[in-house]
Structures are given as C-alpha cells and as structure tokens.
Nanobody, 112 residues
Framework: QVHLVESGGGLVQPGGSLRLSCAAS????????LNWYRQAPGRQREFVAR???????TYADSVKGRFTISRDIANLMLYLQMDNLKPEDTGVYYC??????WGQGTQVTVSS
C-alpha cells in the first residue's frame, strides 16, 4: 500500500510560519500531481496548493504570496512552507497524490 504521512503542524501566532512535510512510502507509483488540501472546523475540505510533474505550481487565491509548495522527488517528500499565517488558515492539512492517495492530516492552529 501507499502511505502518506503529514507532519509539522502545530500552534502558531498570526504572522508566523510553519513548514509542513509529507513523507511517502510503500509501492512505487507514477506521480502526476501532488496537492495540499485543508479542512477548517465546520467547513468542507478545500484545495490549497498543487505541484504537477513538470514542477508547475498552483495556489488557492487565499494563500497566494504566502504559501509555497515544493517537492523532493529523490527523497519522496512534499512540503508546504506557510508564511504570514492568518487565523483563517486554521484547519487540518492533508497531502494528496494524484487526487487519489491521502495522508491522515496534520493540525494547524493560528491563534494569539
């Protein structure tokens, strides 16, 4: 089986930064795209950022200029650098591969 495990979440003050990681393991598979999603309390899961095979990135309007998605192909890692965090960024963040495989999520709380 393919496993995706997120880490790096936590409590941070508004304006602070966090770096989320997603480690992949299991069977080898062809990665077409890697994504980050998040789900705020009482809200539906929403798209945050995507990086496709060629390295092109896409971001939700709400995080543009603040978040950066990146990958380390050789080490099977996906990252989300989050800067200038806002309270509305609070939620459970999930990594995703090919819009099919999902991690368990990591909690991010932005609060004073």
């Amino acid at each position: 089986q393919v496993h995706l495990v997120e880490s790096g979440g936590g409590l941070v003050q508004p304006g602070g930064s966090l770096r989320l990681s997603c480690a992949a393991s299991g069977m080898g598979f062809n990665v077409y795209e890697l994504n980050w999603y998040r789900q705020a309390p009482g809200r539906q899961r929403e798209f945050v950022a995507r990086i496709v095979s060629r390295g092109t990135t896409t971001y939700a309007d709400s995080v543009k200029g603040r978040f950066t998605i990146s990958r380390d192909i050789a080490n099977l890692m996906l990252y989300l650098q989050m800067d200038n965090l806002k309270p509305e960024d609070t939620g459970v963040y999930y990594c995703n591969a090919n819009d099919y495989f999902w991690g368990q999520g990591t909690q991010v709380t932005v609060s004073s």
